[in-house]
């Protein structure tokens, strides 16, 4: 990233639910000076730009661009994919992993290209394989390539948290790392409430109980969410958009945010070879560092376990 630049460029790839929605919250919180969305549906791309502009004087100052040509991504310090293949009937979920990484094996060289200097997240499912895939076709550092991972499913283990303590969910510290799927693990044995070990957290009077019957149901619940919500409404969209949007801003202002971010990882408890969600400290380098963080037996086996699952499919797809 260009660090000399007094203006930000964002790039949205996909114009979709997700990508009309970040590029939406980028802009409600003034993430960058300019919000470039790119899609292949000409006829929606320059609707959703439309829209998008005559919010513009109840929002910060910014440029909002848009085109089907991916020179409108240019010279973009962040570049977010959310583009992938749409599931057919009949069609697998490995199915659709090959299609969207086939359609990240094509697009990721041409962005490269146009913004050779940009930080790349990805936010396509399956999100962990995608980025393996990006990382691995362009070559690039391996900091400069992230993904969404369990950020969105960090902040739904907070919610759950806060709702049964009682508590604001700024007071709950809790990660989950491993695959963004279901094969995902939470970090029990480093979680904090207030201040207080998690493990240790006494509930108020008539509170309910945070045992491990209770944490069960709330690592469960957590995992089957999304899927609630898609049965729902056909998308998941506000809540992985602000999660999107709070990841850019910890790149674009240099914010050495911990999140728990996708990345390759290089001998993470002894994992490597694969993107995995681990606590990360996310800044203008993109994933700067992993957080050497504490891990139980059980947690260490889960992560690996996370990490074979992972490796099934890329073996799978060729990766």
Not at 14 to 24: M, P, Q, R
Not at 53 to 59: A, E, S
Not at 204 to 212: C, V
């Amino acid at each position: 990233m260009d660090q000399s630049r007094s203006t930000t460029k964002l790039a949205v790839v996909g114009a979709g639910a997700v990508g009309a929605t970040l590029a939406y919250a980028a802009l409600a919180r003034g993430a960058a000076r300019t919000v470039a969305l790119m899609d292949v549906n000409r006829t929606k791309v320059e609707a959703e730009v439309l829209d998008l502009r005559h919010g513009g004087m109840f929002i910060p100052q910014a440029e909002i661009e848009g085109s089907d040509d991916i020179e409108v991504c240019r010279g973009a310090d962040v570049v977010v994919v959310t583009a992938g293949a749409k599931q057919r009937p009949g069609q697998s979920r490995l199915d659709l992993a090959e299609a969207t990484v086939g359609l990240t094996r094509s697009i990721m060289p041409r962005l490269v290209e146009v913004a050779p200097d940009a930080v790349f997240l990805m936010v396509t499912n399956p999100v962990d394989v995608v980025t393996y895939a990006a990382q691995q076709v362009t070559g690039l550092p391996h900091e400069r390539v992230l993904g969404s991972g369990t950020v969105l499913d960090s902040s739904r283990l907070r919610d759950a948290l806060a709702r049964h303590c009682g508590v604001a969910v700024g007071n709950v510290h809790a990660y989950i790392a491993g695959e963004h799927g279901d094969s995902e693990i939470v970090l029990w044995s480093s979680a904090t409430i207030a201040g207080v070990p998690l493990l240790d957290w006494r509930p108020f009077r008539g509170r309910p109980p945070l045992d491990a019957a209770a944490r069960d149901a709330i690592a469960a619940d957590v995992v089957s969410s999304a899927y609630r919500v898609i049965e729902g409404k056909g998308a998941t969209n506000y809540a992985v958009g602000l999660a999107g949007t709070r990841i850019i801003e910890a790149v674009l202002n240099d914010e050495h945010r911990v999140m728990s971010v996708s990345s390759r990882l290089d001998g993470f408890y002894g994992i490597s070879g694969v993107c995995l969600s681990v606590p990360s400290l996310v800044d203008r380098r993109g994933v700067a560092e992993t957080i050497d963080t504490p891990l139980s037996d059980a947690e260490v086996a889960g992560l690996r376990s996370s990490a074979e699952s992972m490796r099934a499919v890329q073996r799978r797809l060729g990766l």
